[in-house]
């Protein structure tokens, strides 16, 4: 995995055109282009951050800082310190000065907050939440699905209830989001100290559901009312 560093603005050289598509193909909040993509070249635009393609770590740092032989450093530095400041990241002053100064890109201190942040909240306590579980039963237990008993085709039988009950459990959308994440940094991460963070997180959801996470699951489970709310189908199989 090679990583890529430009500023805002700046031209982004070693492309594929692959790698030019995927970009061409972002969009901002506005669903404005978050790089202009030419036939000659491609450059960043005002937004700053980290794109991981494929094969490439592409990172877009601000033009803020002082000194041109540690201007890498400084700009990640200010933008951590900015992050901070209007509470988007998690993140100390003295945490900002020894990752950086470890001069790695943005994206590894990333990846070393998040796993260090969510290693403490779950080592707190994990998040459960009530899901609602549709099963077939041999007993009554929560809410009678009789609209759909009555459409199996053997769904006169006595012995067997389709219902719908409250399960206060783990396996809800927010831990099944941050295990998405755990198993997909653990590909990417590079530090030893965030690698064993996420091991011990991998440990930690293995009772959670494995997921592929949609665009809007992430608004979902950030709503404080349905975030940890869900519903699971029991396996049927062998009923």
């Not at 933008?79 to 000065?97: A, G, H, N, Q, W």
């Not at 930690?204 to 608004?219: G, I, K, L, Y």
Request: hydrophobic share 40%; proline share 5%.
């Amino acid at each position: 995995m090679r990583t890529l560093s430009v500023f805002e603005y700046g031209q982004i050289e070693g492309l594929t055109p692959a790698e030019k598509n995927l970009l061409d193909q972002l969009r901002g909040p506005r669903n404005e282009s978050l790089f202009e993509v030419g036939w000659r070249e491609t450059r960043a635009t005002s937004f700053v951050g980290v794109v991981q393609l494929p094969q490439t770590t592409l990172q877009v740092l601000p033009k803020m800082y002082r000194h041109e032989d540690a201007k890498e450093c400084e700009a990640t530095a200010n933008l951590l310190f900015l992050l901070s400041y209007t509470r988007k990241l998690d993140v100390t002053e003295p945490e900002i000065s020894r990752l950086t100064a470890q001069h790695a890109p943005f994206s590894e201190i990333l990846f070393w907050i998040f796993a260090h942040r969510l290693w403490n909240a779950v080592h707190r306590e994990i998040l459960r939440g009530y899901v609602t579980i549709e099963d077939r039963l041999d007993v009554l237990k929560g809410r009678w699905l009789v609209a759909a008993q009555a459409d199996r085709p053997d769904g006169w039988r006595r012995d067997r209830f389709d219902v719908a009950y409250d399960e206060f459990t783990e396996d809800n959308l927010p831990n099944q989001l941050f295990k998405a994440t755990v198993h997909r940094l653990s590909r990417w991460a590079q530090w030893t100290d965030t690698r064993r963070r996420l091991t011990q997180l991998r440990a930690v959801f293995t009772d959670v559901a494995d997921v592929t996470p949609q665009p809007h699951d992430f608004d979902q489970a950030a709503n404080p009312d349905i975030g940890c709310r869900g519903r699971h189908r029991a396996n049927e199989g062998h009923l």
